[in-house]
């Protein structure tokens, strides 16, 4: 049985870990906030299968449906041709760039 005044082995390891990431610097700080995002299509299904573009849920939030429809198309017209990383059109890149 624990004492309750003890942290549990949880509680430490948080501890440390909030240490650590006021050690980072602010890119380090970014970059592990971005990773942290839920990222995800819009349908929910691999983009490999749907020509789909990955983007954080909280974009997709802030995106109209035809926002959405023209940056899935101009992904699938990417992949059609072959390629792996498409731009997004640059008014929903310049909208969704607030969330990355």
């Keep these: 049985m624990e004492c309750p005044q003890s942290p549990t ?24 906030d971005w990773g942290n995002q839920k990222w995800r299509t819009s349908s929910g299904k691999p983009s ?19 926002e959405i429809a023209a940056t899935n198309s101009a992904k699938r017209a990417g992949m059609k041709a072959g390629k792996q990383f498409v731009k997004q059109p640059k008014k929903i890149a310049k909208k969704t760039a607030a969330y990355r």
């Design 48 to 66: 490999l299968k749907t020509g789909e573009r990955y983007l954080p849920d909280n974009a997709f939030k802030g995106l109209s449906r035809a």
């Design 9 to 32: 082995a949880s509680q430490q390891l948080q501890e440390e870990w909030r240490g650590v990431h006021n050690l980072m610097k602010p890119q380090q700080q970014d970059l592990l």
